[in-house]
């Protein structure tokens, strides 16, 4: 056991002194090469008192951030977490600076400019250097991620993980079953690819199937479903509450907070993640008493808000804020020349990519993946229960690219990268883990309702109320997981373009929502749900309009006579309780339209008038009334066909000749395979145990 120790004791100083001459080298190349930075006197040195300076600069430089910055980053914990992320090459000039003036040998200068520099370039080549020489040790490099967990998570008890398997849930936002099996057979996922396939001589590790979504294939109905059971009276991504007078928008924090709440009101329970369990960077906690970038909690104030604090702990070493950084500005300058490109070679379909829109995607595809990943092999190491963490970065590309472009098939191969990282710290956990891997919905491509009409939902349906209609169409926002992210991120309110918490205008006006493909049409002036009758009534000639119109596929209304009815072309006009898949209005739209529909049919927030845009069955296309060229939240197409990817150690999802329909089914099914792993029990309700069964 002493020669152990002493081993790594003897390791460690020789990837210490490995790294303090890398930053040596680096600090005289680059005074050599920097006109503002220099490591001698005015009247000049010899080359041996240089090398001296750059050492003992190295030296303290290395001192200073091992010591100083966790102190600072703790003092900016007020600072919005971006904010922090900026401030990283500033704080680390400032350190090199003072290096310069502490340094023994009295000599060594540069400007404030030239000094971020400096320090950037030492940070990461120190990075690489030592993650080179840790990597080629597994016990180094166990013990820088044993080191890393320790920051992240202060358990107290010390106590050693339990022998038992533990489960992580990571969640591909936006990867479609067909996309990932076509990326898995094109070798863009090397790291599925060797899970489904023979390995050592063994069979595949992981099976692959699909289920599918409710009518509102979206993040926000997914993961509520998923995470807590019910995702009962979510009939969208936004909707209007006629009687609190707001719009609730999924991933704004405020909303989120309050169906997270209604969803543990109507299940009795907090969530599949209530015993030792994480949620990270999800809409919702699960329940989970550890959580990083969580939306539901993102609207407290205050020390017990620890929606941020995975930035924080990732932030906390110059390395990784220096790398993340650098990497974040790499993805911007792609994402230029990707939107660029397009626009020269005149792709279709094209929405507009400027604005925020790049650094929101380098949010997605860089901070938001580095820091939750960091978070999770945190909680790995820590031998947690239960970890639920989502990847938003093929969604927010998707979204803009198109869910089958070369930009989102590079997200999966980064992505695919993530999941050979954390594969690999599971082999270095205090106990087994057994990974699965899904999406919450999948992507339908096509062009937006608004480029190939030349008018918006909205204004059709002002057409067909005979309200005037603006001669200027207005771009419709879309709000994706990765912008209400960056505004957490930054607490700054999540509020869109078209769907403030209070809607201004006529109260006998419509007002419309969009979600993806799918259109909801509410009149705040009625405090009931309408029925056909009496937008009939009203509006003559606004159903037929919708109806009729090339670009939408079905209406869903309330009936006085049959309670509820389907209305398409052609004078379409089919009662829920005869609705089929195959048959009349929804003829193409897939198995277990109809019993979606019903469903949402039943929710008391459904608006007036439900709008499906049109699907073209043979090429996969929706329209969207969003922005989006790749789109999700209605039914037609891969949106609602995501995946599952499930280690055969755990029983299988389903029956050969079942199918796995809601988000619902997907969280009992989560809580027979907890109870497979045999680890700390989820509490379940009888008709829950049944149900799951």
């Not at 999966?412 to 082999?427: F, K, T």
Request: hydrophobic fraction near 40%; glycine fraction near 10%; aromatic fraction near 6%.
């Amino acid at each position: 056991m002493g020669q152990e120790r002493w081993r790594r004791l003897i390791s460690g100083a020789g990837r210490s002194v490995a790294v303090w001459a890398a930053s040596t080298v680096t600090l005289l190349v680059l005074a050599g090469v920097l006109p503002d930075f220099r490591l001698e006197s005015a009247a000049g040195d010899s080359v041996t008192r240089v090398a001296l300076t750059a050492a003992a600069g190295a030296g303290v430089f290395g001192l200073l951030s091992s010591l100083v910055w966790p102190l600072l980053v703790r003092l900016l914990l007020l600072v919005p977490a971006l904010v922090l992320g900026l401030l990283v090459f500033f704080l680390n000039g400032s350190l090199l600076l003072l290096a310069l003036r502490l340094n023994p040998s009295g000599r060594g200068e540069a400007a404030p400019e030239t000094a971020v520099v400096v320090a950037a370039m030492m940070s990461a080549v120190a990075s690489a250097t030592g993650g080179a020489l840790a990597v080629r040790d597994d016990d180094a490099y166990r013990r820088r991620l044993y080191r890393l967990a320790a920051r992240r998570h202060r358990r107290g008890d010390g106590r050693a993980g339990p022998g038992s398997p533990a489960a992580l849930f990571v969640q591909l936002d936006g990867v479609g079953h067909d996309v990932l099996r076509a990326a898995v057979d094109r070798g863009l996922m090397p790291t599925v690819a060797s899970w489904l396939g023979p390995r050592d001589g063994r069979g595949p590790t992981h099976r692959l199937s699909t289920w599918r979504t409710d009518w509102s294939s979206q993040t926000g109905a997914s993961q509520l479903g998923i995470l807590h059971g019910s995702n009962h009276d979510v009939p969208a991504f936004r909707w209007y509450e006629k009687e609190h007078r707001e719009v609730v928008v999924c991933n704004r924090p405020s909303s989120a907070a309050e169906l997270q709440r209604r969803a543990i009101e109507r299940t009795g329970d907090g969530g599949l993640l209530t015993v030792d369990g994480a949620s990270r960077g999800n809409l919702f906690s699960g329940g989970a008493d550890e959580v990083a970038l969580v939306l539901s909690i993102a609207v407290r104030r205050g020390r017990e808000n620890r929606s941020r604090a995975g930035y924080f702990a990732y932030f906390s070493d110059p390395a990784n804020a220096v790398r993340t950084a650098l990497s974040f500005l790499a993805e911007v300058g792609r994402e230029t020349c990707q939107s660029v490109r397009a626009r020269v070679t005149r792709q279709r379909p094209r929405v507009k990519r400027g604005g925020l829109y790049p650094f929101v995607r380098a949010f997605a595809t860089v901070v938001e993946r580095d820091v939750v990943v960091a978070a999770v092999i945190g909680d790995m190491l820590a031998g947690r229960n239960a970890i639920y963490a989502d990847l938003v970065a093929y969604d927010e590309v998707a979204h803009h690219s198109g869910p089958h472009s070369r930009d989102a098939e590079q997200v999966l191969g980064r992505l695919d990268r993530s999941l050979a990282l954390l594969a690999q710290v599971a082999e270095h956990a205090p106990r087994p883990y057994r990974i699965v891997v899904l999406s919450d919905h999948g992507q339908s491509p096509g062009e937006t309702f608004r480029t190939r009409y030349g008018l918006s939902l909205a204004n059709l349906v002002r057409a067909g109320c005979g309200l005037p209609v603006p001669r200027r169409v207005e771009r419709t926002h879309s709000g994706t997981e990765a912008r209400a992210a960056v505004r957490a991120a930054l607490r700054r309110p999540v509020e869109e373009g078209g769907a403030q918490q209070r809607p201004a205008g006529r109260r006998n006006e419509p007002i419309v929502l969009a979600s993806g493909n799918l259109g909801l049409v509410s009149f705040p002036d009625v405090p009931h749900r309408m029925t056909k009758e009496e937008i009939d009534r009203r509006h003559p000639a606004l159903l037929s309009t919708l109806a009729h119109h090339p670009g939408i596929g079905f209406l869903l209304v309330r009936s006085e006579k049959h309670g509820g009815v389907v209305l398409a072309a052609h004078g379409a006009e089919v009662p829920v309780d005869l609705l089929a898949d195959e048959t009349g209005p929804l003829t193409g739209f897939g198995p277990g339209a109809a019993d979606a529909i019903r469903r949402t049919h039943s929710f008391p927030h459904t608006a007036d008038i439900m709008v499906n845009s049109w699907y073209d069955p043979d090429e996969g296309e929706v329209l969207a009334f969003e922005e989006q060229i790749g789109s999700h939240g209605g039914l037609g197409g891969a949106q609602t066909r995501p995946f599952l990817l499930s280690p055969v150690a755990l029983s299988a999802p389903a029956e050969a000749a079942a199918e796995l329909a809601g988000a619902e089914r997907l969280h009992g099914l989560f809580r027979r395979w907890l109870r497979e792993c045999d680890g700390p029990q989820v509490p379940l309700s009888a008709a829950e145990d049944e149900r799951a069964a």
